[in-house]
């Protein structure tokens, strides 16, 4: 069993900053990639921010040059930095992870139970 728990949203007034923390827990080898996804009301579920066990990374156009995913492979912990928030920020944010349960497994894809960040005066 993994688990993965995200913590970090919050109200924050446009222009401000949230870091988002997720860390993963449980019966783990290894995590292949790691992502921030997002879902606001009506919506469908977005990648925000993906990010490799080797650290490369890539972004929605959205949040270029704002946002940063970076992570912390020996707490098996993935972070989103959130500069420059806008109103269209506001959603649960999401984390997810390719776990690899034991070596020579396939990874299986977990995710964690959200967070909400509001972006609001």
């Known amino acids: 069993q993994v688990h993965l728990v995200e913590s970090g949203g919050d109200l924050v007034q446009p222009g401000g900053s949230l870091r988002l923390s997720c860390a993963a827990s449980?019966?783990?080898?290894?995590?292949?990639?790691m992502g921030w996804y997002r879902q606001s009301p009506g919506k469908e579920r977005e990648l925000v921010a993906a990010?490799?066990?080797?650290?490369?990374?890539n972004y929605a156009d959205s949040v270029k040059g704002r946002f940063t995913i970076s992570r912390d492979n020996a707490k098996n912990t993935v972070f989103l930095q959130m500069n420059s928030l806008k109103p269209e920020d506001t959603a649960v944010y999401y984390c997810?992870?390719?776990?690899?349960?034991?070596?020579?497994?396939?990874?299986?894809?977990?995710w964690g139970q959200g967070t909400l960040v509001t972006v609001s005066s």
């Open positions: 990010i490799t066990s080797a650290a490369s990374t």
């Open positions: 449980g019966s783990i080898f290894s995590i292949n990639a």
């Open positions: 997810n992870a390719q776990v690899v349960p034991r070596a020579g497994a396939r990874f299986f894809l977990v």
